[in-house]
């Protein structure tokens, strides 16, 4: 992928693509994983290939109901590591830390090479080396989320189990529902508005992973700027999830319509 020149109008799309299938290559990504993003680069081009309003407003109730939350976790699988990794260990530093890594195939070898790519990948991020990340959900994955079948529904008793918030990017619609149904507010971040998980998430940001993170983390860092209080930060994560998606489906819709 180093082959992409910059200029190549395509250039960030064409990086994603590598990554991911730099991912499958090294057993990172299951097949399916590929077949995932290939949905996602659609949505993209949908909306414009740029972070809507609707989702600009999404992060910002986001980054303050992570910033309310007691015990929050990141829920990571093959697609959002490989695309970024390091923006999520980011993000995770700025709240508790907790990265649970939660496989829609999930086999020991997967779990064993994500967790070395966390361990020794080439950039090694600094919090990560720092020990500002608790990585949950590959050794301690025993309690088991109610209504998902047996493997899909392994958690972390530290994580995602007793978790008030969970950030799920690119999270399957029976999990984010099931999540919904334990009682836990639902972030996720999914470029297709109809999906079911964006439909039954609490906040959904519809907008690509690796261009809203960094917004988010940016966020999450001027809000503690602020020192808000509770109540306001409260107020500034109400959101009505319905109306934002259909503010994105408006958007597409006059994208792909000509005049
Ligand atoms: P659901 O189960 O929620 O109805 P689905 O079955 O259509 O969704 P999955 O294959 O479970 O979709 O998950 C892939 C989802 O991830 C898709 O909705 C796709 O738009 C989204 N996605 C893929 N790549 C990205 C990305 N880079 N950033 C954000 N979202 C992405
Ligand atoms: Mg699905």
Do not use: W
């Amino acid at each position: 992928m180093s082959m992409v020149p910059k200029s190549h109008p395509r250039y960030k799309s064409l990086l994603n693509r590598g990554k991911v299938v730099e991912a499958f290559e090294s057993g990172i990504l299951a097949k399916g994983g590929l077949i995932a993003h290939g949905r996602g680069e659609t949505y993209d081009y949908l909306i414009g290939e740029k972070t809507p309003k609707a989702a600009e407003e999404a992060i910002k109730a986001s980054a303050a109901m992570l910033l309310l939350a007691k015990n929050p976790v990141i829920s990571v699988n093959g697609n959002s590591i490989a695309l970024a990794k390091d923006e999520l260990i980011d993000l995770a530093t700025e709240l508790n830390g907790k990265i649970e890594v939660n496989l829609f195939y999930r086999t020991t070898e997967r779990e064993q090479k994500i967790k070395e790519f966390f361990e020794k990948n080439e950039s090694n991020n600094e919090n990560y080396k720092n020990n500002k990340i608790i990585l949950l959900g590959i050794d301690d994955a025993n309690k088991q989320m109610p209504n998902v079948d047996h493997l899909r529904g392994k958690v972390s008793e530290a994580g995602i189990y007793t978790a008030d918030v969970v950030l799920v990017p690119l999270e399957d619609g029976d999990r984010a529902e099931a999540l919904v149904e334990m009682g836990k507010q639902v972030i996720a971040i999914d470029l297709n508005p109809l999906s079911r998980t964006a439909q039954k998430s609490t906040i959904t940001i519809v907008d690509e992973l690796t261009r809203c993170i960094p917004l988010l983390t940016e966020e999450i860092i001027n809000l503690k700027q602020k020192n808000l209080s509770n109540n306001e930060l409260k107020q500034i994560s109400e959101f009505d999830n319905k109306k934002a998606l259909n503010k994105v489906l408006k958007l597409i819709s006059d994208n792909i319509t000509t005049e």
